[in-house]
């Protein structure tokens, strides 16, 4: 179907009918959404920005990645002292330096006793400080070793103790080609 113009210009022969058909065509193609592929440079263009937006996303999920991680270590430390922390029922003010203050904790006489003997840990729990047995202590500081205040049973340059769990799990071999 043409439109008026062109019949007008085919009667007074100044266009060819081949070219008014090919015209019609790719108008037709348009209103379809099949134009003609964008010139390379606007590819180029297109594709540049595309690797741009794809690197920015791969870098924010890494940013929160990281920050879910994060999370979670915070998550398991507050769990393992929660439930593996000591019941301070003494009145024996045990003094200790946490960063450039000094702090104390209520503690019995076999409290005292095992946190010198550095079988008890204290660490920072919320606002305050609680006692934990050396294997949470040793756990905890696997995970974040600043909320350690007071350690008598660790050196400075102590390696963390191997994981029980790495140990328990070494027996378990994964094949190679292994397919998921």
Known sequence: MRNP?????LKAGLVEKD?????????????QGKAQAAPAEERVDA?????????????????RNAEARAKEVQAQVRQIIEASRVKRDGDIAYRF???????????????RAQLAAGTLAIVRHDDGFEL?????????????????ALDHGRKEGDPPPPDEDDD?????????????
């Open 5 to 9: 113009l062109q019949e007008q210009l």
């Open 19 to 31: 070219k008014v058909a090919k015209v019609v065509r790719e108008q037709a193609k348009q209103r």
């Open 47 to 63: 594709q540049r920005l595309q690797a741009e937006r794809a690197e920015r996303d791969r870098a924010l999920a890494a940013e």
């Open 97 to 111: 330096t946490d960063g450039d203050r000094i702090a104390s904790v209520l503690v019995n006489d076999a409290q």
């Open 132 to 148: 934990l047995p050396r294997a949470a202590a040793d756990k905890i500081h696997v995970r974040d070793p600043a909320r350690i």
């Open 168 to 180: 328990y799990y070494k027996q378990f071999v994964v094949p190679d080609d292994l397919i998921w």
